[in-house]
Structure formats: structure tokens, C-alpha cells
């Protein structure tokens, strides 16, 4: 199975390909807004293709949501969670509840449904997703989980700063477009690129937790006090199968903003057979390995 790369290794295979090695064409900064632009059109692709590479599942404590009004409770939800596919409602271990997605012109149909059949939710507010309210027979839910699809943060590096330590990264000087709101890069995973000790390069951790611009949490200690001499990239949460497509787009992008058409026409080829390749993969059925969404939902 093709590792997925770090932000640091997609930026110098970026540059071998429109034969700027010496960083004279663009800056990293530059770079990284180019694979960032170009990663969300193939996870698109990906999904309608069926491939949920990106789904992912939040379970919240229906203890933390917040009653706003008669039947009617609130919660925020973290930066990372993109479109919802499906919410459930759980009461202790009974088979969970699907609930069903109302409109906010729909929501006081809930209180019809007080029997909690026909469960709802729905966005607080429109433009504002993070938001997120449920109306109907909840008192005696436990929890409420949410199948997502990802959103995932820019890419970035950079190096500990003076407070870090074994399962806390301070951010120093980051490269890159660093989102300054709590939660985001939960989830992502980051590898040590630059260290005093060179055994230590290569540590892979997920991070768990991070505070805006300030600090990230890993999943794991490393076995190591990380010092100013620290380094740290984010890896593409995307396959590793799909490194070549996503570096050669990103290219292709830089090239076509610098306005060089020759070098670009000179790639295509390349690009095209990636992108070929691309979808005659996500056109196979991936039966192996289903994804379960609930315990009656199967996305394949």
C-alpha cells in the first residue's frame, strides 16, 4: 500500500515537476495553496464515485446539548464536520434511532412526534452550520451521533516552539495557511521531518486536539522533548494511491497561473494518463471493506 506523504514531500515532488527546485518560481507558501485548491476537487470526485474515503463519525453526549426552547436542544459542532449524511440518536444500548433532517420552516413538526418516531434536525441558523439543533422526544437519549463527511484544514509545517513537549507541539512560525480556530486539525496526522536526533524523523502521530494557532495534541507521546530544531509537516489525508494525481494537478495549477502554456501542454500527457487511471479506479466496486454509516446502512 503507497504511504501517504507529508506536505514537505508533495512541495518537492510539486517542484520537480515544473522544474522549480530552486524555489525561484514560487514560494512553499504558494505551493501548499495550490495542493490545498486541488484537494477538494478529487475528494468531490471521490464521493460521487461512492468512495467515502472522508467519512467520518462524531458521537456527542446528549448531556452537553444546550435546550434552547420546549423539545429543543442545541450543540455546536466542530469546525471539521462537514455535509452530515446521517444524525442517530441513541438510548443506552437499544438499536439507534434514525433522525431525520427537517428544513427550519419544518421544525415545530417535531413536536407532532412527541412518541420520538419521527425525531428531527436541522442548522440553527442558515450560513452557519456549526449550529446544530434536535427537536422532538430526546429526554431519554444517551447520545447522538453524526455521520460526516470531513472538512479537512490547509496544509502547513513548521517547528516547536520553547513550551512544547512529548504529546504537546507549540507552533512556531508556521508554512502555510494555519486556520486559527480551535478543533479544526483534529484528526489529521503530522510527521516529524527535521530533529536533533535523526531516529526520530519519520514519527508519525494523529493529533487529538489543537487550539488555534497555538498548540496541537497528539495521540501518542514521542519519544523525545521536541526542541526548536523540531520540525513537523502535515500529511495529505488523502490515499496514497492518489499521490501522483494530487501532485501533478497542483502542477498543472501553478503552471496555468504563471501563464506558461508550453511547460503545461508538455505535462498533459502525463496529467491525463493520472487522471485516466483515476477514474478507471473509482469505477470498481469497493466490496471488500463496506463502510457501515448505521447498523442497517452500508455505503459500498
Known amino acids: 500500500m503507497v504511504s501517504q ?8 515532488r510539486v517542484r520537480r515537476r515544473i522544474e522549480d527546485r530552486d524555489a525561484s518560481m514560487f514560494t512553499d507558501e504558494e505551493v501548499l495553496e495550490a495542493l490545498d485548491e486541488t484537494l477538494a476537487p478529487i475528494f468531490a470526485d471521490l464521493r460521487m464515485a461512492g468512495r467515502y474515503y472522508d467519512l ?10 444546550t435546550q434552547v426552547e420546549e423539545n429543543t436542544w442545541e450543540a455546536d459542532l466542530p469546525e471539521y464536520v462537514g455535509d452530515v449524511l446521517l444524525v442517530e440518536g441513541q438510548r443506552g444500548g437499544q438499536i439507534p434511532i434514525t433522525v431525520q433532517r427537517a428544513q427550519l420552516h419544518e421544525r415545530n413538526v417535531a413536536r407532532e412526534f412527541l412518541s420520538g ?6 442548522w440553527s441558523e442558515f450560513n452557519n452550520p456549526g449550529k446544530f439543533r434536535v427537536s422532538g422526544n430526546f429526554v431519554t437519549m444517551t447520545e447522538v451521533q453524526v455521520w460526516f463527511m470531513r472538512r479537512w ?3 502547513h509545517y513548521s517547528f516547536a516552539g520553547p513550551s512544547s513537549t512529548s504529546t504537546v507541539l507549540a507552533v512556531l512560525n508556521p508554512t502555510g495557511d494555519f486556520v ?6 483534529i484528526g489529521m496526522k503530522l510527521e516529524i521531518t527535521a530533529a536533533s536526533n535523526a531516529a526520530h524523523v519519520g514519527l508519525r502521530r494523529r493529533i487529538v486536539d489543537s487550539v488555534g494557532r497555538s498548540t496541537l495534541t497528539l495521540d501518542s507521546a514521542l ?6 530544531t523540531t520540525q513537523w509537516a502535515l500529511i495529505s489525508p488523502l490515499s496514497g494511491q492518489y499521490n501522483e494525481l494530487h501532485v501533478a494537478e497542483a502542477a498543472n495549477a501553478l503552471l496555468m497561473r504563471l501563464g506558461n502554456v508550453n511547460q503545461a501542454s508538455g505535462m498533459f500527457p502525463w496529467l491525463q494518463h493520472l487522471r485516466n487511471r483515476f477514474q478507471m479506479d473509482v469505477r470498481l466496486r469497493d466490496t471488500s ?4 454509516v448505521s447498523n442497517d446502512r452500508v455505503l459500498r
Open 153 to 155: 484544514p490547509p496544509l
Open 289 to 292: 471493506q463496506p463502510r457501515r
Open 180 to 185: 486559527n480556530v480551535d478543533d479544526y486539525y
Open 223 to 228: 519519544p523525545f522533548t521536541p526542541t526548536s
Open 56 to 65: 467520518d463519525s462524531l458521537t456527542i453526549p446528549f448531556s452537553t446539548f
Open 5 to 12: 506523504l507529508n506536505c514537505l514531500e508533495m512541495i518537492s
Open 117 to 122: 418516531k419521527h425525531p428531527l434536525w436541522y
